[in-house]
């Protein structure tokens, strides 16, 4: 099967299986896992924080940061199409207390102004504004690459309003990988970001959230209340280190993603709705007299999975199982259905 699905779905490879056979391992609880602390470390290295902690999930060190840097009756700040928003079970409202004010962004960024003029609090009626958040890239606009200085304004506006910036950094490395700008340039613009190792970057578990010493420490015991102080997890970690090395790689998936959108584009009936930057293709079959579920049936037959990404829409993820070889193969595949 040629997996189309996420970049979720990548499998560790040897190099992460022999990493996590020989990891050295401690009670992480206590500290004492020196493979975690050797990840930790270099994940805030590389993003340019003062600490790193690592988590079981996207989910879980997204969530730790709303839970650290907000209070109960709070409002967040974020784009109408955010991960957070659409896909995490409400799970800030549920825990941390908050409600959720969404802008519609533009390629998934937010307009600088129009979130100063959303910053609340001043009246006694209103929710405090108690933080921002960015995604980076953007999902739900296909794998969209915030600039630099969208991210930056937005920093600037949130500081002077004394309001932290959480990153949605699932796939901050693919937009390294596409822009040439480094992890730690974006992370200039955000006090606190996660990040997932266990998309593109390839292995099987965990992300990394990431910020100053005092954030880390607050996370650290939230974490803990979830249930995810973990023990002996060096093992899942090692492979965390491999990914991180493996970074370049991610401009394969982008490039991929490239061919497969200039190749769909030529096949009749079909369109594509985002601008593709990165490993993230939106496929509109709107107008192609093929419903989606249909479509995605016939491709799961001719041995390709795709995912459905709202009415009418088809989600590609490149990822590191699918070679150019695959996306040639997909290509053909997706040509004799929409023939028929
Ligand atoms: N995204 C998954 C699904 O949940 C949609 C995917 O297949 O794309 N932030 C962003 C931007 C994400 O895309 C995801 C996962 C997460 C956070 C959550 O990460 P996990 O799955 O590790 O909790």
Same mark, same amino acid.
């Given at each position: 099967?040629?997996?189309? $699905? ?8 040897? $190099? ?206 939230? $974490?803990? $209340? ?36 200039? =190749? ?24 192609? =007299? ?51």
């Amino acid at each position: 099967m040629i997996d189309l $699905r996420s970049d979720t779905v990548t499998k560790p490879d040897e $190099r992460m299986r022999k990493a996590m056979y020989e990891a050295e391992v401690g009670d992480d609880v206590y500290g004492e896992d020196p493979t975690v602390n050797r990840l930790e470390r270099l994940a805030a290295e590389v993003l340019g924080k003062e600490s790193a902690l690592f988590v079981t999930s996207g989910t879980q060190g997204n969530q730790i940061a709303g839970l650290v840097h907000c209070r109960q009756g709070q409002e967040v700040i974020m784009e109408s199409q955010a991960h957070l928003f659409l896909y995490e079970a409400a799970a800030m409202s549920a825990l941390a207390g908050v409600q959720i004010k969404t802008l519609k962004g533009t390629r998934g960024a937010m307009n600088p102004a129009e979130v100063e003029a959303a910053i609340r609090g001043a009246d006694i009626h209103e929710p405090e504004t108690g933080l921002i958040t960015l995604e980076n890239t953007h999902n739900k606009a296909g794998g969209a690459v915030l600039p630099l200085e969208n991210m930056r304004e937005i920093y600037e506006i949130a500081g002077k309003h004394h309001i932290p910036v959480h990153l949605d950094g699932a796939r901050l490395f693919n937009a390294q990988a596409a822009t040439g700008i480094s992890v730690k340039e974006y992370a200039k613009y955000t006090d606190t970001v996660q990040f997932c190792l266990s998309k593109g970057l390839g292995a099987p578990v965990g992300s990394i959230i990431a910020g100053s010493d005092e954030f880390i420490k607050k996370a650290r015991k939230w $974490r803990k $209340r979830l249930g995810g102080g973990l023990r002996q997890v060096g093992v899942i970690a090692a492979p965390g280190i491999i990914a991180l090395e493996n970074a370049e790689r991610l401009k394969d998936d982008n490039a991929n993603a490239k061919k497969l959108a200039d =190749g769909l584009l030529n096949i009749k009936g079909v369109a594509i709705d985002n601008e593709v930057q990165t490993n993230i293709i939106l496929m509109n079959l709107s107008d192609s =007299g093929i419903e989606t579920t249909v479509f995605l049936e016939q491709l799961k037959e001719n041995g390709i999975i795709a995912g459905g990404f709202g009415p009418g829409i088809v989600r590609y993820v490149t990822n590191n199982g699918v070679s150019e070889e695959d996306i040639d193969e997909t290509l053909k595949v997706v040509q004799k259905i929409m023939s028929v």
